[in-house]
């Protein structure tokens, strides 16, 4: 059953719990090792998609190196060959960055992160400056013009390059070995994963969406941790943990 499926895989509110503040994540000590078992059932065919930097992503996944695409398919690493974002290819959004920095300075809770060719504006810890926040977004969104676009997320909205997306990502591994002529399996939990679910529906695959919310994904899930244990056991006794005709 192994060699029919290529299991791509959200990080943020899918392999992991959502947190306040973006760099206060911590993955399961069991997870790296689950993961890794289910990559070499799947013949190298997993990979982590999310809108996180791939320097982050392996850091938190040290000392294990799988594929990634990081800053929503900006970055990615298909079979070990690495392509990471410059920053300095985009100087208009290094300045709207530090604009943006100046514009939130007194605003408590609203947290910049900027991922050097994207930057995100968080007010989790500040709800009540959720309309505040998505105005300087969008804001900033039309001074760029039409060469980025704004992602929608859980508390969150990022401004990043218009050619990145989770759907267009997936779809280029799909065209790469080992991925290829498999069929997709995309875990996600939110407005940034839809267009990946989308891609992955297009293909025939299965789409699995994590926790609550309107979604096109075909099967749900309810927790981070639900999904850990299901992983856990695919990749101890080689089945599908989801229920999903057998194509």
């Given at each position: 059953?192994?060699?029919?499926?290529?299991?791509?895989?959200?990080?943020?509110?899918?392999?992991?719990?959502?947190?306040?503040?973006?760099?206060?994540?911590?993955?399961?000590?069991?997870?790296?090792?689950?993961?890794?078992?289910?990559?070499?059932?799947?013949?190298?065919?997993?990979?982590?998609?999310?809108?996180?930097?791939?320097?982050?992503?392996?850091?938190?996944?040290?000392?294990?190196?799988?594929?990634?695409?990081?800053?929503?398919?900006?970055?990615?690493?298909?079979?070990?060959?690495?392509?990471?974002?410059?920053?300095?290819?985009?100087?208009?959004?290094?300045?709207?960055?530090?604009?943006?920095?100046?514009?939130?300075?007194?605003?408590?809770?609203?947290?910049?992160?900027?991922?050097?060719?994207?930057?995100?504006?968080?007010?989790?810890?500040?709800?009540?400056?959720?309309?505040?926040?998505?105005?300087?977004?969008?804001?900033?969104?039309?001074?760029?013009?039409?060469?980025?676009?704004?992602?929608?997320?859980?508390?969150?909205?990022?401004?990043?390059?218009?050619?990145?997306?989770?759907?267009?990502?997936?779809?280029?591994?799909?065209?790469?070995?080992?991925?290829r002529g498999r069929r997709p399996i995309f875990v996600g939990d939110d407005l940034t994963d839809e267009n990946g679910f989308?891609?992955?529906?297009?293909?025939?695959?299965?789409?699995?969406?994590?926790?609550?919310?309107?979604?096109?994904?075909?099967?749900?899930?309810?927790?981070?941790?639900?999904?850990?244990?299901?992983?856990?056991?695919?990749?101890?006794?080689?089945?599908?943990?989801?229920?999903?005709?057998?194509?």
């Amino acid at each position: 059953m192994e060699d029919k499926y290529a299991l791509f895989l959200d990080f943020d509110g899918t392999l992991v719990d959502i947190v306040e503040r973006p760099d206060a994540v911590s993955v399961d000590p069991a997870l790296p090792e689950i993961l890794l078992h289910l990559q070499e059932r799947l013949g190298g065919a997993l990979a982590i998609v999310s809108g996180r930097p791939v320097a982050f992503l392996d850091h938190h996944f040290e000392p294990h190196r799988f594929d990634m695409a990081g800053l929503h398919g900006l970055e990615q690493r298909i079979a070990g060959n690495l392509h990471l974002c410059d920053p300095q290819e985009h100087p208009q959004l290094r300045r709207m960055v530090e604009r943006l920095q100046k514009v939130v300075a007194e605003r408590p809770g609203i947290l910049i992160e900027d991922k050097g060719c994207s930057v995100a504006i968080h007010w989790r810890l500040a709800p009540q400056e959720k309309e505040f926040a998505l105005s300087t977004a969008h804001a900033a969104v039309e001074a760029l013009g039409s060469e980025y676009r704004l992602q929608h997320g859980k508390a969150v909205a990022e401004i990043l390059p218009s050619a990145a997306g989770k759907g267009k990502v997936i779809e280029r591994f799909l065209h790469s070995a080992p991925y290829r002529g498999r069929r997709p399996i995309f875990v996600g939990d939110d407005l940034t994963d839809e267009n990946g679910f989308k891609t992955v529906n297009a293909f025939g695959g299965v789409s699995v969406r994590i926790g609550a919310g309107e979604t096109i994904a075909k099967i749900r899930l309810g927790t981070p941790a639900d999904l850990r244990h299901c992983l856990s056991g695919w990749a101890s006794d080689g089945l599908l943990p989801f229920n999903v005709d057998d194509r």
